[in-house]
């Protein structure tokens, strides 16, 4: 049992009083139906109740186990160190990326990079313009790398917003030097199929980098974004010269088409491209997470992945959203983006299995390894059903021998969790804020929550960078693990370096 603190003790039994769970009904938007897209350059559509109902709403909330607005509640073992509410990008926060001291932020109005020598009191360097849906970021040496995926007048970085149905929008990857942190420069980008909702940096040595750019087609009114959209982007990099970085391939992930979704797979959504792919480069192995599909592949030829293994989920995964190793490369945990990161699916009525984690065992050797389902995890915090909340993004916690993970979950706070039994896992410890609002449903929260040298570092969507610190003996020796840098999904080998 996870112990608790808090300004008022939250129970592990959690939930909205009938009365709040009907009145929100109307607006809940993750019943069992297909997914949606990653929000654009604005926020998930919102709801909205009346005066009286937002007056009935919070009595039955605080009748409830659910925190108030903006109220911390945390288990005994995790403290909140520090907040650092957004500066010039008001936008929503993305992903993160590290490199040394430094911790660099993804935002959709461009990236802030913030030094994070002393953890409790991060600095902000400097604030980058440079707006576009997403910007999922990573960074390698001088250079750091920014996702496009919304249709922009042109690849500058004063572009502006254009309807999808222009034909001659522009969406990709943009490169920027980084050698002066309080003044990146912008230097090259490149222009990628359906745009770039998220990308992965592949090394090849110290010549060259290599980006798979994962990207999908929402529907089929989008010009530029036409299917079949089978594959994955593969941009070669030349690190001395970044300005000369291309498409060098297109490998076709989906032969046959990929997950037909709905109607003959009700509430899956189609296969049309890739939402994340991670890499575990010292194992020569990558898995993508592919809307209606799980990847395992090879990456023994960087420009050329080899599909290993294909697994589907059409009972209860809507979304294939990302995926994550574990240090001995025998499990791979998926997350399913239920909602489309705009919707409340962390409530009783959803249940423990749909929007969850998928945990996978690796079995086999070589190119007869095979991915076999053995569990689901998901948060037993229920929310209230004006909060987005949603399996996202989180890293590994480099303990020998164990399998833990810390995982952001938007209104679900973060969640550090065991899978070391992939059959049974567990939460060890959590953090999260209460409801940004009563009175809409609203995207929020942790978008990422990664471990690295030693604390947890969260981009929150709506009110800025996050630090905390576990306090506890089973995650205690990742203490002593310490990295160069960390691009989440380009996965390190901690314990071989």
Known sequence: MISLHTTRVRRRRLGVAAAAAGLFAALLTAAPAAATPDPGDAPAERGSVTTSQQAEARAAIRGGDIPGVDEIVHSSNIKHLTNVPKGALKGLNTDLAFQGKYAYVGNYDGFV????????KPKTVSEVLCPGSQNDISVSGNLLFLSTDSSRSDDSCSSTTQPATEKSSWEGMKIFDISNKRNPRYIAAVETACGSHTHTLVPDGKKNIYIYVSSYSPNETFPDCQPPHDGISIIKVPVKKPQKARIVSFPVLFPDGGNPGAPENPGVSK?????????????????????????????????????????????NFAFWHSATFNQGANKVVFTDELGGGGAATCNEQIGPKRGADGIYDIVGKGDKRKLVFRSYFKIDRHQADVEVCVAHNGSIIPVKGKDLMVQAWYQGGISVWDFTDSAKPKEIAFFERGPVTLGQVTTAGPWSAYYYNGYIYSSDIA???????????????ADRVKLDGLNVQTQPDYFDR
């Open 271 to 315: 296969t049309t491209g890739c939402h994340d792919i991670t890499v575990l480069p010292s194992k020569d192995l990558a898995a993508g997470a592919c809307m209606g599909d799980g990847l395992l592949f090879s990456i023994k030829d960087p420009a050329n992945p080899k599909i290993i293994d294909r697994v589907q989920d059409n009972v």
């Open 463 to 477: 009110k800025g960078f996050d630090v905390l610190k576990l306090n506890d003996r089973r995650t205690d020796p």
């Open 113 to 120: 990079i913030y030094d994070i020598s002393n953890p409790k």
